[in-house]
């Protein structure tokens, strides 16, 4: 799966000498639409709907993927952040990250929370509860993957 890939390719970067991290950021670009097509077919095939829903249903779908794609951002720089100070983090750092993963998880559930009915006034509202099944499905997937590549913080430094 491509977004396994994007997974790991981001997470090499984020731990590799700068001279691989331009490759590899340029790489991540090239495939990044490529993820977010492929997530879509995820759907697709998961997600059935009417013509006249899908109509409704797909131009949302992506104004909710660009909101989400902006908190995936957020998610990357505190990752990028945290590869940088690794070897060298302070108590207060790592307190400065833990609120930011917090604040993090916190809008991705403001996000959802205010999609879902903008998704129920366009499908039924079990079509909803199936998309963000399926979607927390593959939030799992890649968040698995990024927390099998990162190193635990070393509470010795």
Known sequence: MKLTLIVFMTVLMLFAAPAVRAQVQHEIALTRADIQTERQALVAENL?????????FWPMYRAYREDMAKLGDRLLALIEDYAENYDTMTDPQATGMLKEFFEIQKKEV????????KFEKVIPAKSVARFFQIENKLDL????????EIPLVDPGN
């Open 110 to 117: 403001a996000i959802k929370s205010a999609w879902a009915p």
């Open 141 to 148: 997937i890649v968040r698995s993957e990024v927390a099998a």
């Open 48 to 56: 059935p709907l009417t013509e006249d829903q899908a109509k409704a």
